[in-house]
């Protein structure tokens, strides 16, 4: 995968994280707020992981 699609996928994870900590309950249909809130928290955990995997693969384009 590129490291642009890396990059994407971060922003999306981060985007879905919002949406579930703040709207979840009524979104995503979450039984309580404190469920909603942690599932954003466990979403918005992979952002960094993406990030890193995309800062990665831009390192291996950049060396070809």
């Given at each position: 995968?590129?490291?642009?699609n890396?990059f994407?996928?971060?922003?999306?994870?981060?985007f879905?994280?919002?949406l579930?900590?703040?709207?979840?309950?009524?979104?995503?249909?979450?039984?309580?707020?404190?469920?909603?809130?942690?599932?954003?928290?466990?979403?918005?955990?992979?952002?960094?992981t993406?990030?890193?995997?995309?800062?990665?693969?831009?390192?291996l384009?950049?060396?070809?």
């Amino acid at each position: 995968m590129s490291s642009s699609n890396w990059f994407l996928i971060m922003i999306g994870s981060i985007f879905m994280a919002v949406l579930a900590f703040v709207f979840g309950t009524t979104l995503f249909g979450y039984e309580s707020e404190q469920q909603a809130r942690e599932v954003g928290i466990f979403i918005g955990l992979w952002a960094p992981t993406f990030g890193m995997l995309g800062l990665r693969a831009l390192v291996l384009e950049q060396q070809k």
